[in-house]
């Protein structure tokens, strides 16, 4: 272990692109990992440059969140990576969750000096659904979403093929709040015609309904 940790160091100290190198570590330690299917596993520095922001994302912060999230960074240094996805055709990674933290890198020279201007982050693989999906469960999580926001998101959800019971067990969102945010969408409205059979409940609540319909027949 000593000899092969002393050829890591000799390697790295050849090496023109340290970030990269050890990076290169870090993705071959990911695959030897059993528990390499979190993206947390393998977290990456990357140049901001390779960062983007998503289009869909939510979640506000206040500009007196904004200073102590940069104190924080600048105190105990970057504590979270980034969860984002890799688009090919931009050769981007677009982020689903950690905005902010990309935020106070990009307008905060004293953070991006500090890394090498380069951000940590770990990588998923979802199709856009499944990425706002992961955008609203991270942001719900923290008790932060603007309604304005997810009825967007929902929106278009919606119409990229989603069905209501869809949306609500993977956004944890109970029946009311989706049919508020369809409304506040208008997406009810371009649908007036359809005869709904309460699509939008859950499965949950949808086994919860035939229980007691049940237990009132026997």
């Known amino acids: 272990m000593n000899r ?7 390697e790295y100290s050849r090496s023109q692109n340290k970030v990269g ?16 299917k979190h993206p947390v596993d393998y977290v990456r520095w990357v140049p901001i440059e390779k960062v983007q922001a998503n289009q869909y994302n939510p979640n506000s912060v206040a500009r007196n969140e904004l200073k ?10 970057y504590t979270q990576p980034v969860v984002t996805i890799y688009d090919s ?3 981007k990674y677009i982020i689903v969750d950690g905005f902010h933290r990309y935020f106070v890198m ?29 955008t609203i469960r991270h ?10 926001g997810m009825s967007n998101i929902v929106f278009r959800m919606l119409d990229n093929g989603w069905k209501d019971a869809d949306i609500c067990n993977e956004l944890g969102m109970e029946v009311d709040e989706l049919v508020r945010l369809k409304h506040i969408t208008g997406f009810s409205k371009l649908f007036k ?8 409940e859950s499965d949950r609540q949808i086994r919860y309904k035939k229980d007691v319909e049940k237990e009132a027949t026997s």
């Open 4 to 10: 092969l940790f002393e050829q890591i160091k000799t």
């Open 21 to 36: 190198f050890l990076n290169d570590i870090r993705n071959y330690l990911n695959e030897l990992s059993p528990t390499n």
């Open 68 to 77: 102590l999230l940069h104190t924080s960074i600048d105190h105990d240094g």
């Open 89 to 91: 055709e931009s050769d």
């Open 106 to 134: 990009k307008s905060h020279p004293d953070i991006a000096q500090s890394t090498g201007n380069h951000l940590p982050i770990v990588v998923i693989r979802k199709d856009i659904n499944d990425r706002m999906a992961s």
């Open 139 to 148: 942001n719900r999580a923290r008790g932060k979403h603007a309604i304005s």
């Open 193 to 200: 015609d359809v005869e709904y059979k309460r699509a939008w």
